[in-house]
T-cell receptor
Framework: DVKVTQSSRYLVKRTGEKVFLECVQD?????MFWYRQDPGLGLRLIYF???????EKGDIPEGYSVSREKKERFSLILESASTNQTSMYLC?????????????FGNGTRLTVT | QQQVKQSPQSLIVQKGGISIINCAYE??????FPWYQQFPGKGPALLIA?????SEKKEGRFTISFNKSAKQFSLHIMDSQPGDSATYFC??????????FGQGTTLQVKP
C-alpha cells in the first residue's frame, strides 16, 4: 500500500520565517507534487517534480520553492512566510505513466502563519 | 483554458437519495477525468475516473456521466449513505499526470 508521509500535521510559524514542509513516499514513484487546499478554491498546484533534482512550476509558485535531492523526498520551502500562506498543504506522488496513474496523497500539513 | 469549474460548493442529501455534483471544463485537450474523495483529516483519494471516449462509467453506487460536446461531466452517488459524507473533487489532465482540480463539493448525507 502506497504511503505518503508529511512530517508535520500542524505547524505555526511567524511572518518572515523560513518554513520547510517535508514529504516522503515509499513506493518509488517518479512524480511528486505539492498542492495547496483552500475552501472554495479547491486544490491548486504549487510545484511538481518528475525526477530527482527536477522541478516545474505549477499554477501558484510565487513565494515557494522546492527541493528534490532523493527520489522519495520532496520538500516545499516558504522562503519568507506570509499570512496569506496560511493554508492546508498536501503532498502527492504517482508513478510515471500516461496521465491516468492515480495520485496518492499524504494527510496534509495545516500551516498557520501569524 | 485550464480551469475546471465545479458545483455546487455544498450539498445536503437525505440517506437513500441521489447526490449529483457537476463539473465543466474548457480545454478540449483534457483526456482524463478523475473524481477524488476526501474525508476530514485525510488526503484525497481516487474514487472513480473516466476517459472521454465513453459517456458513462459505473462502479458500485458511483457513476460518472460524461458529455463531451458540452464539456461537462458529473458524479452521481446513488442510495447516498452517511458514510459518503466527504468533500469531492473533480479533476482533469492532458496526459501529463498533472491534475487540475475543481473547487470541491462538501457533501453531507443526513440519516
Amino acid at each position: 500500500d502506497v504511503k505518503v508521509t508529511q512530517s508535520s500535521r500542524y505547524l505555526v510559524k511567524r511572518t518572515g520565517e523560513k518554513v520547510f514542509l517535508e514529504c516522503v513516499q515509499d513506493m518509488d514513484h517518479e512524480n511528486m507534487f505539492w498542492y495547496r487546499q483552500d475552501p472554495g478554491l479547491g486544490l491548486r498546484l504549487i510545484y511538481f517534480s518528475y525526477d530527482v533534482k527536477m522541478k516545474e512550476k505549477g499554477d501558484i509558485p510565487e513565494g515557494y520553492s522546492v527541493s528534490r535531492e532523493k527520489k522519495e523526498r520532496f520538500s516545499l520551502i516558504l522562503e519568507s512566510a506570509s499570512t496569506n500562506q496560511t493554508s492546508m498543504y498536501l503532498c502527492a506522488s504517482s508513478p510515471l505513466g500516461q496521465g491516468d496513474s492515480p495520485l496518492h496523497f499524504g494527510n496534509g500539513t495545516r500551516l498557520t502563519v501569524t | 483554458q485550464q480551469q475546471v469549474k465545479q458545483s455546487p460548493q455544498s450539498l445536503i442529501v437525505q440517506k437513500g437519495g441521489i447526490s449529483i455534483i457537476n463539473c465543466a471544463y474548457e480545454n478540449t485537450a483534457f483526456d482524463y477525468f478523475p473524481w477524488y474523495q476526501q474525508f476530514p483529516g485525510k488526503g484525497p483519494a481516487l474514487l472513480i475516473a473516466i476517459r472521454p471516449d465513453v459517456s458513462e462509467k459505473k462502479e458500485g453506487r458511483f457513476t460518472i456521466s460524461f458529455n463531451k460536446s458540452a464539456k461537462q461531466f458529473s458524479l452521481h452517488i446513488m442510495d447516498s449513505q452517511p458514510g459518503d459524507s466527504a468533500t469531492y473533487f473533480c479533476a482533469a489532465n492532458f496526459n501529463t499526470g498533472k491534475l487540475i482540480f475543481g473547487q470541491g463539493t462538501t457533501l453531507q448525507v443526513k440519516p
